[in-house]
């Protein structure tokens, strides 16, 4: 540090140094001069008060700690005064160095309030009420305890105050006052406020504590008149508030925390209650009036010190009471947590874990149970098309009616997502079909969700516990079920079968096998002729793809294209065969002009239209092979529109193209009419499970002649599917049907083989 930086310091001690070596050489010979005695006081004020100044200028502390620097300054500028006011009346009066008057005494009471009141606006200084009450008795004690041994051992002699002083109760006040400012600095330097300095506060206290001690030092100097206690008192007082503002400026700047809960335990009322018993036992209570004061002193102490007892076990009886209440809350949340670990947050049944643990402790048993696996058929669409609040309405229904259908003893758990499992010990193979029958009708019953009608169905998988299970081993066996009885058409359950494990390895091995068909050769695309009623001319054909296996031959569609929608190989191949197709129509287009098939349709999958940039992918390709998209007929399944948004906004993204859209399969899915409003329908293809019947007077020949009117009403041309005989293709010409596709008129065959019938004079028999 330079030295010019310690200077104040230096000068500080210098000044101190010499006021400590004058008074102490005061009692061994005369002081010419008493004035030489006060000339030192208000420099040493002035030094500590630019310190403080200095102190409050640090930009790093925060605003509270700056205002108590300025508020200390403030102190010693006041105290400086006052030693100045104190001088002047100790001089004014012949050998009455030990006087001060009324304006002295103010002034000196002054500058403790300033330092109190600074303590106070400290922001960790908000106490409690009871902190404030305990704080309040303290001071009454110290009060007591302090005046009377000031008193004792200082002030009963109020003759010689009053000839030395001129009044006994400035000396009292002063040291009273002093006493309870260094104990409120001694608090609050143990409890901490914020960036201020613990051990600046410590040097503050003692510097208040030894100027109020000082006092006590008045009567010895009876006999040293030119002396005056305040050439020690204030000297101390000002260069530790020197000192204090010193290390706040220098010290490394940690804010600090209020300690950890501070000790409830303070020894200051017992040695009060000490140094009154002491006192007593060492008088005469009877017959000295001093004693009497004492013995009062004493009780007035006690029951201050009872008061405080009284006030810190309340307390700390509310302490406890809080205490209680919080291991209470606890408990409850503990416990709370421990049901939300174990259960479903949103249904409030058995979760994963919960099931697994029971299965668990049912296989540790020995007894036979059974384990069966739900899901909810089609619940994808009902987040896509109602949202995901109804979604989870309906899945609360579900649970609850699940709930409600078991036996004591049974659990009912919820996986994920729309799966729910049941455990159900004890029960034979008929108990279980008459359990899960009337599980089965109590879910799919109607019920009402959110404003929204609808009628739940589940698909149900069962397994029974065998010897070496474990839980993850017997949700796969009735998971395995579960897919059976959904790929059965879903709404029932089925038992697990041995052979069920062999179709899902055969799947998994034909999985991976048409992954690889397409760079090994193995696809081709076919097309099916869709003729005109009644001559039989090609108004268009269906890209059909198919696929022949080295190993097993040729490979249905209806067992390839859902495995192939199923492990997501769908995307790859729905994109070649279209690149297939609109190659194969601008060949058509080129070689034969105005014979070419008007219209060339492509199958798009559920899992293609949900594809980000699918549309895009399409307009490239179309581009790419320079057809006319209105050539481009895209069929897509009733499922498929209504999978997702994504789905329906993509089919609209098609028809912008310029793409014809074609609904496949009409009438064997959901919600079929409103889909000839919601989505861009042109061309509508009656479903083959309404053709067969067409012939007869059969419910389905009333459909497929009611179709054609709707279509008709609503600008859309119809296509009956899977026409297989003459009177077929007859009686729909007749119920007003003016294309057709089948084995009656062509089955699917290659694009050469398309080209020949696009000759001249070429046709399909009708």
């Not at 400590?20 to 004020?45: D, E, K, Q, R, S």
């Not at 209020?258 to 008088?283: E, I, N, Q």
């Not at 899992?607 to 490239?620: D, H, M, N, T, W």
């Amino acid at each position: 540090m330079p030295v010019r930086a310690r200077l104040p310091m230096i000068m500080g001690a210098a000044l101190l140094a010499f006021c400590v070596i004058g008074f102490v050489a005061g009692f061994f010979a005369n002081v010419p001069h008493p004035v030489v005695g006060w000339t030192p006081l208000p420099v040493m004020c002035l030094l500590a008060a630019s310190a403080c100044r200095e102190a409050s200028r640090r930009a790093d502390l925060d605003a509270p700690t700056r205002r108590f620097w300025r508020h200390g300054g403030l102190a010693c500028v006041v105290l400086a005064v006052a030693s100045v006011s104190n001088a002047r009346d100790a001089l004014s009066v012949p050998g009455g160095t030990q006087r001060f008057g009324p304006v002295s005494v103010a002034l000196y009471l002054t500058v403790l309030g300033i330092a109190v009141w600074a303590l106070l606006r400290l922001p960790t200084w908000q106490r409690s009420r009871a902190e404030w009450v305990r704080f309040g008795l303290d001071t009454g004690i110290i009060l007591i305890t302090g005046g009377l041994l000031v008193w004792h051992f200082s002030l009963r002699r109020a003759e010689a105050w009053t000839s030395l002083t001129g009044s006994v109760t400035p000396a009292l006040l002063i040291a009273v006052a002093a006493a309870v400012s260094m104990i409120a600095f001694v608090k609050v330097a143990y409890a901490g406020a914020g960036s201020l300095d613990r051990r600046a506060m410590h040097l503050v206290s003692f510097g208040i504590g030894a100027a109020g001690a000082s006092t006590c030092l008045t009567l010895v100097l009876e006999s040293h008149p030119r002396l005056n206690s305040a050439f020690i008192a204030v000297p101390i007082a000002t260069f530790c508030a020197q000192l204090a503002a010193h290390r706040q400026v220098r010290c490394d700047l940690v804010t600090t925390a209020p300690r950890p809960a501070p000790r409830r335990f303070s020894v200051v009322p017992y040695l009060a209650v000490a140094g009154m018993d002491a006192m007593l036992l060492g008088t005469d209570i009877a017959r000295s009036t001093e004693g009497k004061v004492i013995a009062g002193c004493t009780v007035a102490i006690t029951a201050l010190v009872v008061a405080r007892q009284i006030t810190t076990l309340r307390e700390n009886a509310h302490l406890l009471r809080t205490v209680d209440a919080s291991l209470r809350q606890l408990r409850d949340y503990q416990a709370q947590l421990a049901h939300q670990v174990r259960h479903d947050t949103l249904t409030e049944i058995a979760n994963r874990a919960n099931f697994e643990e029971r299965v668990t402790e049912q296989l540790a048993s020995g007894e036979e149970f059974l384990v069966a696996l739900l899901d909810l058929d089609d619940f994808k669409v009902v987040n896509d098309r109602l949202g995901h609040g109804t979604g989870d309405a309906l899945l609360k229904a579900v649970s609850r009616r699940l709930h409600e259908r078991l036996r004591d003893g049974d659990t009912v758990a919820r996986l994920g997502g729309d799966e729910f499992t049941l455990l159900l010990p004890g029960l034979t193979g008929d108990e279980a079909a008459v359990l899960l029958r009337r599980m089965v009708r109590a879910v799919q019953e109607p019920l009402t969700v959110d404003g929204h009608e609808m009628v739940p169905r589940i698909s149900i998988g069962v397994t029974a516990s065998m010897a070496g299970d474990t839980p993850g081993e017997l949700l796969r066996r009735a998971d395995v079920a579960m897919y059976a009885a959904k790929n059965d058409g879903g709404g029932r359950w089925a038992w697990f079968d041995p052979a069920m494990d062999r179709m899902a390895d055969q799947d998994a091995r034909l999985g991976a096998d048409l992954r690889q068909a397409l760079h090994r050769g193995e696809l081709r695309v076919l097309y099916q002729p869709i003729v005109e009623l009644p001559d039989g001319r090609i108004a268009g054909v269906e890209a059909l793809l198919r696929w022949r296996h080295p190993q097993h031959g040729d490979i249905s569609p209806a067992v390839f294209i859902p495995l192939a929608e199923r492990n997501g190989a769908i995307i790859a191949l729905g994109r070649w065969v279209f690149e297939q197709a609109v190659t194969q129509a601008a060949t058509w287009q080129r070689d034969y002009g105005d014979a070419a098939p008007e219209r060339v349709s492509v199958n798009v999958s559920a899992r293609q239209l949900s594809e980000p940039g699918f549309v895009a992918e399409i307009e490239a390709a179309m581009r790419h092979a320079g057809v006319d998209p209105a050539m481009i007929v895209a069929e897509v399944t009733e499922t498929a529109v209504l999978g997702t948004g994504a789905a329906l906004q993509a089919i609209h993204g098609l028809s912008e193209l310029g793409i014809r859209v074609a609904l496949d399969d009409f009438g064997t899915g959901q919600s079929s009419l409103s889909l000839l409003v919601d989505c861009p329908v042109h061309v509508l293809k009656v479903d083959k499970s309404f053709v067969d019947g067409v012939t007869t007077a059969s419910p389905e020949a009333v459909i497929v002649e009611s179709l054609i009117g709707i279509t008709a009403g609503l600008r859309i041309q119809a296509v009956a599917e899977g026409v297989e005989t003459a009177d077929q293709a007859h009686r729909l010409h007749q119920a007003g049907y003016r294309y057709a596709q089948g084995f009656h008129f062509a089955r699917p065959m290659s694009g050469d083989d398309i080209g020949a019938l696009l000759r001249p004079a070429g046709s399909v028999p009708v």
